[in-house]
């Protein structure tokens, strides 16, 4: 095919990067398309990657990264008869279980939800392990099987296929061992690329802040959350960007099956009111986008609605079938599995619980067997932590702040040091924080 | 082995660089050590030269650099007793031949040369392609015979041998392909861990400056003249920079056999006066640094007197006869190759020749096959360009300006009219440039 000029070789590409220039939106797809076919090496890309990081990008570059990234591997084809469809996507926190209540509830509502979610790396669990813990649950399904169930059910809840944005796989292991993870054209543009590829028409981020979160400050979410929105935009998306506090863990628990039985308990009106109330705050927005509601009141009474009449869990009992899994945990979630041994941890003294570091009960989490340090590792569904005590929360010396689900209790001291160093306790009671930081809808 | 504290990970050391942290020799070693055993991978390495190439590194990072390459492969070990071993090195110009004359020259001074050279690539020729002109002449020598040659004759001429500095030679290969060729530091270590291999006691550097030089300005050289000198000194050795134009090509020949030719004539008092005089600065100060004389006045006397009393045409033909070549071509240049045909350039107009344009003279060279664009490619000794008419000179329309030594006549046309445009002739004499731009010895 006869281009209209001759384009630059890839060690020119790069320096035009590293020279702080902005690069063509052909440019950009010429080094993507060859990186996913093998023509662009490795040892370039990490460079490149390196000189994204230290230069940046503009709009309009990051715009054409995700494009490229998203065109590397099948975009899927939603019929636009039945409405429109809207995802959310978290940047990972430690207890996050917001998709399993979120999806199925939203759902009911109305909303076509074709949820793409990923495995847990790190101190920050992954819906997929999650939903694991549901005896026979698969998120391996086909791209075929996946649009006719979201046709079907209006939800399903997967991994990411091999044929979704290959190229964002593959840049992110590179980035992954080569310091470049940190990027906020890079991180834009493999959240953005594997969500447009899942063939949405809105997208609910929440954008997690603070100590447990990738993004440690306020500044540096809004930066990426306004990224985030703006690329979407350049996308023709709906993309809104939700900033939410990851100081401490969000709800009690912490651990696969434990996660996922708290997040069944929202769907029939239990559970804690942190996780109930920003499941609300990303579904009424997730509505709002899909044109059901006109604004957040509305929304949230659809969603009070689905989950007082029974609909928002039998959502998630047609979801569960459907992907083959054991739905009978919806209403018996003793089915799920649990760990034979707890471990209290007791207050060292009396006070206030102004916070429980996130990071840390998280690696308290990982080091009880319940996530991976690497992509290959193996977990155990059944261990975690149930917190008894959270913010706000009075305790006196001995109470019981928190128990560890293991698998036995030999070698567990430390862990246990390590969640009550994780408790911050204080004379006074702490005042009120709010649960959400920030919107950005520009 | 015990470690006084735990490294940190290669994603780190190298996100620490990327943050303009100055990383610690172990942390250097670790990074050169892992890449030259395979444990930091091509891709880790580029993102690496990347964060070097945009964040830069002090001198003690630049001399840990250096000298983690240098110990990669092995150091030769040279024999103390026989007094100094100083080495030359060029950045690289058009028509630089000056190794092929200078060593021969000190070395018969009594100066030890063990020089390792390189190959041309690109529009810069390479002094072993040059060498390899002369028939038999074999610059690929082991270690042990490299030592024993420079131990009996005073001087060896090879190149670069897989053992010395292999490190160096993979990340260049990188550095080619990812954008990062043109970064101070990693120019220096490139040049220094390999001089520095060669067991030398002292460096005198050529660093070119201009349009067909890889320093275009004054300052950028002066830069990397710098931090040559400086990282030389922390490696305990002295190094002198000397800063010479590459506007024009040096002396009046261009191709391999042609070039050899030329350097062979300074050896018994002939050849261009410009090509004459750097080999004089060069060569004197390559003497005072090893201690055979004090000023360049009686260094430069010591010069003239060897090429005067034969000494340095002996010390030539001994060299050649010891690397297998056929050391008549000293005394009888009509036995290097020539090519068939010729092509004469002539004046289009009247005037003086105020320069030459060094890279597009080293192109057009390049054209007719006397070097290479890929390291694979093959060259001919043959080819190349005789510049009748060099700077100051003056010329009438239709005079030749140069002839175009080719193997074939037939499509050289195109070459004929670029060399034609690389003459800048204009109505006035120019004025006499400087041959030395400046030194640097701190």
């Known amino acids: 095919m006869a281009k209209a000029a001759p384009l630059p070789t890839v060690p020119e590409l790069i ?24 023509e662009v090496a490795d040892y370039q890309m990490s460079a490149l990657a390196m000189a994204i990081y230290l230069r940046s990008m503009t709009p309009a570059e990051t715009a054409a990264l995700t494009l490229a990234m998203r065109d590397s591997g099948d975009v899927v084809k939603l ?43 790190g101190h920050t669990g992954g819906t997929l392990d999650k939903l694991e813990s549901i005896e026979g649950f698969s998120v391996d399904m086909s791209v075929a099987d996946f649009v006719a169930q979201v046709d079907s059910l209006g939800c399903a809840l997967i991994g990411q296929t091999a044929d979704i944005a290959p190229a964002d796989k593959r840049l992110y292991a590179l980035r992954d061992v080569t310091g470049t993870v940190e ?23 929440d954008v997690k802040v603070g100590r447990g979160a990738f993004m440690k400050s306020l500044d540096d979410a809004r930066e ?19 900033l939410t506090p990851m100081e401490s863990p969000l709800g009690r628990t912490i651990g696969n099956a434990l996660e996922t039985r708290e997040a069944l308990e ?19 927005e997730m509505i709002r986008l899909a044109g059901l509601a006109k604004a957040e009141g509305p929304a949230r009474a659809m969603m009070a609605s ?13 979801i569960i079938a459907a992907q083959g899994g054991d739905a009978r945990v919806v209403d018996e979630p003793d089915r799920l ?53 959270i913010r706000g929360d009075r305790v006196a010396e001995g109470d019981v702040l928190a128990e560890l ?12 040091k390590r969640l009550l160093a994780a408790y911050e306790i204080k004379p006074r009671a702490p005042k009120l924080q709010p649960l959400v930081l920030d919107t950005i809808r520009r």
């Open 266 to 284: 929202i769907l029939t009106g239990g559970g804690p009111r942190d996780l109930r109330e920003i499941t609300f705050v990303l579904g009424a």
């Open 224 to 242: 990426l959350a306004r990224s985030l929105v703006r690329v979407g935009k350049l996308a023709k998306k709906k993309v809104t960007a939700i």
């Open 183 to 205: 990027s906020i054209p890079l991180i834009t543009a493999s959240i953005l690329s594997k969500k447009l590829a899942e063939g949405i028409d809105a997208l609910v981020l």
């Open 405 to 416: 689900h293991v698998a036995e209790r030999k070698g567990t001291a430390p862990a246990a």
């Open 79 to 121: 019929s636009q008869a039945r409405g429109r469809y809207v995802d959310k996507h978290s940047t990972g926190g430690v207890g996050d279980k917001v998709s399993i209540c979120l999806a199925p509830i939203v759902a009911a509502c109305g909303v076509r939800v074709p949820m793409v979610s990923g495995r847990g790396l």
């Open 306 to 318: 689905v989950i007082d009449n029974g609909a928002a869990a039998r959502k998630m009992r047609e």
């Open 15 to 38: 320096a035009l990067k590293r020279d702080g220039k902005a690069l063509t939106a052909t440019q950009i797809e010429h080094l993507i398309d060859g990186f996913t076919r093998g």
């Open 337 to 389: 599995p649990t760990a034979p041994t707890r471990v209290k941890v007791k207050a060292d003294r009396a006070g206030f619980v102004h916070g429980i570091h996130a990071l840390e009960a998280g690696m308290t989490a990982l080091g009880l067997g319940a996530g991976r340090t690497r992509a290959d590792q193996a977990i155990d569904p059944r261990v975690g932590i149930v917190l008894h005590k």
